[in-house]
């Protein structure tokens, strides 16, 4: 839920296109992520694919 919660908080930073907020949020969302993966919630494999889609996000968006 936690997790859920902090990819929704990065999705609505990167919507305003605000970037400085973006990089804050998703190290609060990778770090949500993590912590999912290792307590079983998620497959680290699911974990890792999450991050680089979320970090990919990020990158289009800083590099217009």
């Not at 190290?27 to 999912?36: L, P, V």
């Not at 694919?49 to 590099?63: E, I």
Request: hydrophobic share 40%.
């Amino acid at each position: 839920s936690s997790m859920k919660t902090s990819i929704g908080r990065y999705d609505g930073a990167l919507a305003e296109g605000d970037a400085t907020l973006s990089a804050e949020l998703l190290q609060k969302a990778t770090s949500e992520i993590d912590k999912a993966a290792a307590k079983g919630v998620i497959h680290r494999n699911e974990a890792s694919r999450r991050k680089a889609r979320l970090a990919a996000r990020l990158n289009a968006l800083a590099n217009g």
